[in-house]
T-cell receptor, first 114, second 109 residues
Framework: KAGVTQTPRYLIKTRGQQVTLSCSPISGHRSVSWYQQTPGQGLQFLFEYFSETQRNKGNFPGRFSGRQFSNSRSEMNVSTLELGDSALYLC?????????????FGPGTRLTVT | QKEVEQNSGPLSVPEGAIASLNCTYSDRGSQSFFWYRQYSGKSPELIMSIYSNGDKEDGRFTAQLNKASQYVSLLIRDSQPSDSATYLCAVKIWEKLTFGTGTRLTIIP
């Protein structure tokens, strides 16, 4: 079974621009979560989507948004980029039964804002 | 108090010895606990999950959970240089996974 895929893997943007990142979950997984990872803050939860609905949201500004499509693929958008948005953006998929919450991560998108 | 706390390390362990990684969490209602391994420049990889008090073994890895003490640990037996990585503890709190900041483990040949 194929793992979680993310595109693009690397991205360089300029302050003020916007960016869209894509995530395809493991086949059969309906939940997709997004995280931002930086050396100083570690893994920070952005949001989770399940069946095209945002189910949970972390403490990030409204510039960070996402969506999920009917095939469970998800996109994350960051508008008006700031230097501090430079990070590794990870998505993780899970089956999300009531018992198991095992999340499997994709390889990540390394975003650099200049 | 942080929701999930880990000693950041670095933790240095001789090859062949047992590495012990610890994690505490704040929410008594937490039910699901996970350990991830992250190599430098890579994404986290799930290595263990544990849901009930006690020990769970998988190969050289043993996860231990004590809900009364709000404590979860990971033991790595017969440590190998390939075990050198950052280990992240994750706890399901309020329907989302919350991660600790990770413990950097170095296995010394």
């Amino acid at each position: 079974k194929a793992g979680v895929t993310q595109t693009p893997r690397y991205l360089i943007k300029t302050r003020g621009q916007q960016v869209t990142l894509s995530c395809s979950p493991i086949s059969g997984h309906r939940s997709v979560s997004w995280y931002q990872q930086t050396p100083g803050q570690g893994l920070q939860f952005l949001f989770e989507y399940f069946s095209e609905t945002q189910r949970n949201k972390g403490n990030f500004p409204g510039r960070f948004s996402g969506r999920q499509f009917s095939n469970s693929r998800s996109e994350m958008n960051v508008s008006t980029l700031e230097l501090g948005d430079s990070a590794l953006y990870l998505c993780a998929s899970s089956q999300t039964s009531s018992r198991s919450y095992e999340q499997y991560f994709g390889p990540g998108t390394r975003l650099t804002v200049t | 108090q942080k929701e999930v706390e880990q000693n950041s390390g670095p933790l240095s362990v001789p090859e062949g010895a047992i590495a012990s990684l610890n994690c505490t969490y704040s929410d008594r209602g937490s039910q699901s606990f996970f350990w991830y391994r992250q190599y430098s420049g890579k994404s986290p990889e799930l290595i263990m999950s544990i849901y009930s008090n006690g020990d769970k073994e998988d190969g050289r890895f043993t996860a231990q959970l004590n809900k009364a003490s709000q404590y979860v640990s990971l033991l790595i037996r017969d440590s190998q240089p390939s075990d050198s990585a950052t280990y992240l503890c994750a706890v399901k709190i309020w329907e989302k996974l919350t991660f600790g900041t990770g413990t950097r483990l170095t296995i010394i040949p």
